[in-house]
Every structure is written in structure tokens, then in C-alpha cells.
């Protein structure tokens, strides 16, 4: 089973900066099979990035996706109200699919 | 559109077992995976399994094998997952989410079930 970390557990940054969120897989991810999702309490996850950095429908552009191998980045530029939440990051190069601890982005 | 709509929130004892739809509408049923994914209060994400809506196939993470039950019926476009001998750890909110190949992101979600086990 491939092991995704992600860090920090928890980021505070206040509105308008920018927020860089890190995940780390155990074993390199093929194709680069990783997805990263935006949950809200009391929601369901929804898709933010996949491949690593093609941003999925309706997601703003200040939202972007990199890596590669086994180190993946998403970075959130001049943060807005609604971008504090919990993300994942997810991993489906093998299965079982796992998913990152979260990282929790919360107002500074 | 694409919606995923699951069945209400359960309350069962341990030992029970409990199911929980999923029913898909806007998109061909039979041609996208579908996968659940479970979340404990306060917790991460957990994947459970996965299954072809075309063919009836499964696949289940270890940690599930010989509990858990992937089933479809394509007369109604609805997925169902069973998970017995329930236990106070099973407590969680249950998801399904879709998947255009069986390694992909999930692209669309439910809203979430909410199954407590409880004595």
C-alpha cells in the first residue's frame, strides 16, 4: 500500500497570501496518478487537481498543482474566504487508493 | 448533470449489518467505476472498494475483505455497498464516488451517509 503524508497538519495564512500545501507518496506514482480535493465541513470531497496539475472543472486558476515522482505541491495564490478547508491528497496509480492525513488551511 | 444521491443516515447496533444506496443520474451508468470511501468523525479519507457498473466486478481494500459487498442495478442506475458484523469503529460517513477508468480521480461524489453503530 502506497503511504501519502501530507504537511503541515495544519496551515494558517491570512486572506490574500499564498498558501503552499506538500504530500509526499512512499513509492513514486506512475503517470503521475495523484489527485488533490477541497473538503468543507459538513460536505462531500470535490475534485480540485488531478494528473498532478490539470485543474478540474471550475476550479479557479489560482489553485495549481505540481510535482512529480513521489513529491507533489498544491499552492493556493491570494486566498480567499471559501479556500479554508481541509485538502487531500490521493494517490490511484495502485490500488488500494489512499488518501493523505489532510491538511487543514484555516484563517491567520 | 451529474448527480450522486445516497440513501439517509442509519443507526445500527454491533453486529448488524447495514446498506447504503448510491443512484446516479445525468451520465451512461454503465460507463464509469464506482468506488466507496468511508470518513470517521473528525478523520481522513479510507477506501473501501471498487465496482464495474458493467460487468458487476469488485474489488476490496484488505482491510474490508469478507465484510464488505459491492453490488449494482442498472434497471435503476443504483450502487449498493453492504458492510456487516458492523462495530463501534465502523461509525463513520460512507461515500461513493465515480471514476471514469478503475485508476482515476473521483470526479463526482455523493453527499455522504452517515451510519452509527451503537449498543
Known amino acids: 500500500e502506497i503511504v501519502m503524508t501530507q504537511s503541515p497538519a495544519t496551515l494558517s495564512v491570512s486572506l490574500g497570501e499564498r498558501a503552499t500545501l506538500s504530500c509526499r507518496a512512499s513509492?513514486?506514482?506512475?503517470?503521475?496518478?495523484l489527485a488533490w480535493y477541497q473538503q468543507k465541513p459538513g460536505q462531500a470531497p470535490r475534485l480540485l487537481i488531478y494528473y498532478a496539475s490539470t485543474r478540474a472543472t471550475g476550479t479557479p486558476a489560482r489553485f495549481s498543482g505540481s510535482g512529480s515522482g513521489t513529491e507533489f505541491t498544491l499552492a493556493i495564490s491570494s486566498l480567499q474566504s471559501e479556500d479554508f478547508a481541509v485538502y487531500y491528497c490521493?494517490?490511484?496509480?495502485?490500488?488500494?487508493?489512499?488518501f493523505g492525513q489532510g491538511t487543514k488551511l484555516e484563517i491567520k | 448533470q451529474v448527480q450522486l444521491v445516497q440513501s439517509g443516515a442509519e443507526v445500527k447496533k454491533p453486529g448488524a449489518s447495514v446498506k447504503v444506496s448510491c443512484k446516479a443520474s445525468?451520465?451512461?451508468?454503465?460507463?464509469?467505476?464506482m468506488h466507496w470511501v468511508r470518513q470517521a468523525p473528525g478523520q481522513g479519507l479510507e477506501w473501501m472498494g471498487i465496482i464495474n457498473p458493467n460487468s458487476g466486478s469488485t474489488s476490496y481494500a484488505q482491510k474490508f475483505q469478507g465484510r464488505v459487498t459491492m453490488t449494482r442495478d442498472t434497471s435503476t442506475s443504483t450502487v449498493y455497498m453492504e458492510l456487516s458484523s458492523l462495530r463501534s469503529e465502523d461509525t463513520a460517513v460512507y461515500y461513493c464516488?465515480?471514476?471514469?477508468?478503475?485508476?482515476?480521480?473521483?470526479?463526482?461524489w455523493g453527499q455522504g451517509t452517515l451510519v452509527t453503530v451503537s449498543s
Open positions: 445525468g451520465y451512461t451508468f454503465t460507463r464509469y467505476y
Open positions: 513509492q513514486s506514482l506512475s503517470n503521475n496518478y
Open positions: 464516488g465515480r471514476t471514469y477508468s478503475n485508476y482515476d480521480q473521483l470526479d463526482y
Open positions: 490521493h494517490q490511484y496509480t495502485t490500488w488500494p487508493y489512499t
